[in-house]
């Protein structure tokens, strides 16, 4: 008896099975997790409520005079408290007072004095790289555009929509920083981790001439009451409205 031999499935090989895991893995990255409960309307509007009576005058806390200073205070500011890099611009600033002075600075030296914010090699690279940048392509002026800051050195997201609605008061997008990441899970206006997908869905749940202030808020709300390991939940007026599983209440 003449067994029934099947068509068998080739293996994709090597290059194949990589080139379908990348596709699985892309779709997985750009899969929502979908809309959080507690982004309803009703519940937004009483959140930035709570947030008004709270934080009415919020805003950055990173010291400059003018957009360039607060672009490199911004990338000074990663993996670094705003209180840290004010003492240090506090120096800085005055002996680079334009991009120019920033973008023909001594390495080594620039180095030195940006050693306590951390990650002084890298940072200093896209000081300098952004400077340049500024000097050459954009005549020593900041753009105003997202597409335009996303081309300087050193420069994503999170710090192009601190230039833009603190500098500017354009409304480009929500800065997503630490705080922000944190709160709004707390809050339940995300399910997402990545800052990009959480940026995507407060964009559409926080109406847009909300977008820079509201950011100064959670920003605030975070350093002073809602603190990462400690939330001091009983001090803040948006616990009734909170349903956090990490409340200390």
């Given at each position: ?9 080739k293996s994709?090989g090597p290059?194949g099975?990589?080139r ?9 990255a ?14 937004v509007?009483a ?8 934080y009415?005058?919020?805003?950055c ?29 506090a120096?800085?600033?005055?002996k ?5 002075a ?7 030296e ?10 002084f090699r ?6 300098i ?22 081309t ?5 997201r999170?710090t ?8 500017f ?34 964009m ?36 009734r ?7 200390v209440?």
């Open positions: 008896m003449k067994k029934n031999k099947g068509k068998r499935r994709p290059a099975g990589k379908a895991a990348a596709k699985r893995s892309e779709a997985k750009v899969r929502s997790k979908g809309p959080a409960k507690g982004a309803k309307p009703e519940r509007r959140i930035l409520g709570k947030l008004d009576e709270a009415p005058a919020a805003t806390e990173l010291h400059h005079n003018n957009p360039f200073q607060l672009l490199i205070s911004t990338i000074l500011s990663a993996q670094c408290t705003d209180e840290r890099v004010n003492q240090v611009t120096t800085l600033f005055p680079y007072p334009t991009p120019e920033f973008a023909y600075a001594n390495p080594r620039l180095e030195k004095e940006i050693r306590p914010t951390g990650f890298n940072k200093t690279k896209s000081v790289g952004a400077s340049k940048r500024i000097v050459e392509a954009f005549g020593g002026k900041v753009p105003q555009t997202m597409e335009e800051l996303l300087l050195p050193g420069v994503a999170k192009a929509n601190v230039v833009l609605g603190t500098a008061g354009i409304a480009s997008g929500v800065v997503v920083d630490t705080h922000v990441q944190r709160l709004s899970g707390r809050l339940d206006l995300t399910r997402e981790e990545d800052p990009k997908k959480i940026e995507q869905d407060l559409q749940v926080i109406p847009r001439e909300r977008w820079i202030l509201f950011s100064h808020q959670l920003i605030w709300h975070g350093r002073r009451v809602c603190q990462a390991r400690k939330p001091r939940c009983a001090e803040c007026n948006l616990e409205i909170c349903y956090s599983e990490d409340k209440v």
